[in-house]
Nanobody, 124 residues
Framework: QVQLVESGGGWVQAGGSLRLSCVASGFNLDDVNVAWFRQAPGKEREGVVCIVKSDHKIYYGDSVEGRFTVSRDNAKNTVYLQMTSLQPSDTAVYYC?????????????????WGQGTPVTVSG
């Protein structure tokens, strides 16, 4: 059974940092495309970062480039999202997602499995 469990969200002041974790079970993260998405209240889901399984290239969304860093620990089957210089505009529920096949990583509809999400609140 495919399962993704996120953790690490919380409240932080602007300029602060958080690290999110996503533990996968039922499959190996190294065998799939992996991404983090987020959804702010009243807004559409937004792609934050993607790791492509074929060549392990990493793509960041424009709004987080240079501030967020994704990493993976294959031994723990876990993906991390280190978020720095957080801004109130980063407030959202963050989701870990995976897909076997991928054309446009920024399209939420392409991702097959979603975790339950972990909320991040950044106060200004």
């Amino acid at each position: 059974q495919v399962q993704l469990v996120e953790s690490g969200g919380g409240w932080v002041q602007a300029g602060g940092s958080l690290r999110l974790s996503c533990v996968a079970s039922g499959f190996n993260l190294d065998d799939v495309n992996v991404a983090w998405f987020r959804q702010a209240p009243g807004k559409e889901r937004e792609g934050v970062v993607c790791i492509v399984k074929s060549d392990h290239k990493i793509y960041y969304g424009d709004s987080v480039e240079g501030r967020f860093t994704v990493s993976r620990d294959n031994a723990k089957n876990t993906v991390y999202l280190q978020m720095t210089s957080l801004q109130p505009s980063d407030t959202a529920v963050y989701y870990c997602v995976v897909a076997e096949y991928l054309m446009n990583w920024e399209s939420a509809d392409e991702w097959s499995y979603w975790g339950q999400g972990t909320p991040v609140t950044v106060s200004g």
